[in-house]
């Protein structure tokens, strides 16, 4: 049937930058691809870019790294459901040992829950190499549910995910307890190049993002999110690198900070949860493979290092789109202006 | 320079269905597109799509239709600061007057304030046409700015946007105020079909749904927010039909409400923030045109009825997706067993 | 039986400031009445009293006044829902009719829904005159449901109350719809005040309110909250004046926001969900009464003029112990000294 | 100056119940004392008490128990702060060392962190003994900020709070880290029961708390919380007890979840952040310690007994409120009925 045929849809693609990243046992220069039908993008990245360049480049610090799927599990009370996961709690070693069946690179790293009623969330979080993950948490879980199942007779499976993961969703508890890469990046500008190039003043950045940023997405009812437009980024960046591009929704939940040190802006992008990596699904496409290569994340190095460094290159790269952005909407009309001569 | 040359992603594309829909002023069954690499999702919607088909199809009902732009502005004191938002919101026919000057279709229909301290978060809401309308709430902001500022010398511009809006944000302020289109979907899957095709129960499915989507995504820490995987979905069909795929950040904020009826089970899913349009940015392309035509939002219909239309379209293709997931997730092991089979 | 007889649990009560207040139609100095058991409280709030009356007073606006009640509803499909929704919203004069059976002070002056699957939450918005409105719009509710189910004979009855209203519980509806009395309150305080009574600076009181009370709050998963104590004061104020102080869990969501202004300090405390009143539950005890009339509350006013007159003093009161707790939390030791000198 | 002489606020208080608890190391039914204004709470509460005794009474669990204070500080950027982080994790029992000298109670159990950009917040977690707390890790923390800054000097004071503890604000972290006594209480009750005393049926428990308390709390944009009017009863057994009743803010954020079991009725209530003490500030109060002795809380146990004892008192009222007051909302017009009946 001519319907289910398997085509493409092609989005706009282009390499910006380039980005200049010091930190996190990286200091290089690259052109980061960014795929996006909204292509005005290009621009405000690649200002970024210029601008962080000429302020000597974006510090990167990689504060954690894992994946998470939370099981869901029932017992007949709350009291036994405390026990089991009391036990559980205390055997880590041996859920690690029945992961390990699962696949090569899983490895349980911690474990929370909450009980609710007598619902058991049980949230495993696991280092998963290269990959992003999904799909080895997943499998990691269900060897584990059998297992667990079988130690404790008096549970009774419910859900493979019980949503306390949490994938895709906007919540509080992936920025609270880690899920994917977290990220920080810090460029200091001199007040100087911020007048010449970003057309505005460290002062003025400040006092945007409080205003903007911080209250407004707070009288928005935001959550665990202060930021212009990370979604844009991620998006543009998930897609030109092969990844599962709907993990944006906890992506963009991320802080941009900005304060006046002496006479330059201090600016930086807090990004607790990329879910990314640079094997596994959709990576195999051949300009996936290129984009991943010339970002240098198809090297030989320990698993997981190549997902991390591409976790670097994305948060670099919201940032440049944040620093540009603002600038532009501390000036009355620039950004409407800038966004009609691109589209032109 | 090489480098900047633009290029394409080619994203994965197929189209799965025949998707039914009823109500909302069509009944219609067509194949939709969805681009993703995350290809098991084709056959987790094309089950849904199969068995919501079988049970009658899908009811649509269409609740509301806005896009919001919020402007920051500041007064010398909170007392002005409500004086002069009293004082627009008795002048909406002048606004609206001014925004006519910026665009064919944009209509000013709706001003919402924040006053935080001095600051003013002044939202306002336009129909936009068939376009989702991202630029054209700018530009119309842009032209109301000079005039508010005239109008009303003591207040001062802060920003363009006060992320008040809520763009590809997770808010609060979206779902209650009103962003995009907002769609609730129905559909009534007798005992036997439930059984058949999607190996569960009614009442298996409901318990799953209060248990996960609900009680699992608030432990969480979620935010009006109750699905197993809406993200999924609205990336794939903004992808194929060329939205800005980043507002799935709030698109992804909507619940899933399941019932025992009877014997039957009652599936539906409400999706109150569906950002998208059948023109705008991203619809140039010729896979896009290919795709909303085949939709049928490519007719000669009134200003936005084609971008109404796709919505229900795009709301539907989400219903088949959780209906089929959550079906499987109630099931040991059937989860990751259909991505081993289908990933090979 | 003994054990049923009623008591009086005895809450330690002092009168703290005298506070200054100007603007929102009054301009006076009072003694607020705090209850509390965490006495060094009053200490706290008496200092902000000072300081702001030192520099000039404090300037209160109040921006809204309104109590809600959801109702919540069933409809066979969100179709009929829409329908019926639609048709209530272009009634309101016929509801109000309904209301004004019900009491001599409830007005219905707004309505606002949200329709999930087939349920409609229905956000029926009074004016309640100088009471808090709890039983008034309860009451009003009551009567209006027999109507609505007539007129609309193929919705049912779920609940009195579906939690969109929002009481007593965090939520973000009641920041972005209006609940209770919204008021800002200001104050502008010299540089040389900061430094001789607060022991502080301007820009310390600024860096501290951002880096706590903004980002801290949103890093703890914060919903629409930015203060570091509201809910003390609120209770204090509440318990003196025979509020139902239970309605301190959406009064505590609100934002402090602080400038430099030239040299000085431009210290604010918006406060969107103050739910209280001049008469009703709570109302008769002696020593309310006198505490209401030393506040001048039980003046013979126009409806709601007593109540509104309440929340002014209440939000100038939550602004003194904020300011007081900032400026010691800006510096190392001093919060525990105070303690622990008040305590013994 | 006669105002600022200390009186009393007398609050309504009555002893209600019995209530009988099962688990968690006591059997044991007990009349709770509720100090309100709300006078129609005693009589709900007194109804939910004597049907769960009939039922056989109310089966308690404590899932945890602590107490937190984030401290707020400072590095030159994220790298010096994610190597301060390390650095402090590693060493728990030196800092816990430190936390010694301040009180022979507090011990520290767990240490949690969020780094934004240069800026720390660590979440510093306390056993507290039979205390509530709040000064006892005030306390800790300002022993510990010297030693910290000493051993890290590259760090720098910003607040003895980064409101990341979170005290008395709602927020996601609480539920989340854990803060206070964490108790589910559980009740079965017979069909029957339910028809004959609660005036409805389990199904429509359960319909009701499904519609009302989880998806109308979502659509509210409610964080983490699924219930009818905690707050009431957590207000009024806090007032009675002593307690620092501005932490109902967050205490008020819990579950309520219900299932038809077989014919009977599960009703549960969860309770994660119970913060509440039978020693400290409040307690010395005649009538406070007459009803910690009724509620046999001050008795020789091993410290933190009485205070876990008093949480599960605490919840088990929660419960019975929950319980009729929900009963009652099923049923139209009952609400008002009864407090119209109650007030006269």
């Known amino acids: 049937m ?20 010091i930190g996190a046992d990286l200091e290089d220069e690259l052109m980061v ?10 621009h405000s990245v690649g200002r970024g870019a210029r ?10 610090t990689l504060i954690d790294d894992r994946m998470s799927r939370s099981i869901l599990l029932e017992a007949p009370d709350a009291g036994v459901a405390l026990q089991a996961v009391n036990g559980l709690k205390a055997r ?49 879980a269900d060897r584990l549910f059998p297992w667990i199942l079988n130690q ?13 993961c949490s994938d895709k969703k906007a919540t509080a508890v992936n920025g609270i307890l880690g899920r994917g890469k977290y990220v920080v990046t810090e460029v200091l500008i001199p007040r100087d190049l911020c007048e010449r190039r970003l057309k505005t003043t460290p002062a003025k ?12 997405t707070l009288v ?19 897609l030109a690198t092969g990844q599962d591009a709907a993990n944006i929704v906890e992506g963009s939940q991320g802080i941009v900070h900005a304060e006046v040190r002496g006479d330059d802006l201090y600016f ?49 790269t919201v940032l440049c789109g944040e620093l540009s952005l603002l600038a532009a909407q501390t000036n009355p009309g620039e950004l409407m202006e800038s966004h009609l001569k691109l589209e032109r």
């Open 268 to 316: 930086s992008a807090t990004l607790p949860n990329l879910i990314l990596g640079s094997v596994g699904n959709g990576k195999g496409l051949d300009f996936v493979e290129d984009n991943l290569r010339r970002l240098g994340c198809k090297e030989e190095r320990e698993p997981g290092d190549n997902a991390r460094r591409l976790a670097i290159w994305c948060a670099a």
């Open 205 to 216: 950045m400040v006092e945007l993002n409080v205003k903007k940023n911080l209250i407004g």
């Open 51 to 60: 601008v962080s360049k000429l302020a000597g480049g974006i510090r990167a």
């Open 33 to 42: 691809p960014l795929a996006t039908y909204e292509t005005p993008l290009w």
């Open 2 to 21: 001519k319907a289910h045929k398997i085509t493409t849809a092609s989005v706009p693609m282009r390499h910006v930058g380039p980005i200049k990243v």
């Open 152 to 164: 404790y007779p008096r549970l009774r499976y419910v859900s493979i995910s019980g949503n306390y």
């Open 92 to 140: 880590l070693p041996e859920l690690n040992a029945v992961v390990a069946e699962s696949s090569r690179f899983a490895r349980l790293i911690g474990l929370n829950s909450q009980i609710v009623a007598n619902l058991i969330y049980l949230r495993l979080e696991f280092s998963t190499g290269d990959a992003s993950g999904h799909n080895m948490v997943t499998h990691a």
């Open 220 to 238: 928005a009812g935001g959550l665990r999110s202060a930021n212009a437009h990370y979604a844009n980024m991620l998006l543009g960046f998930y």
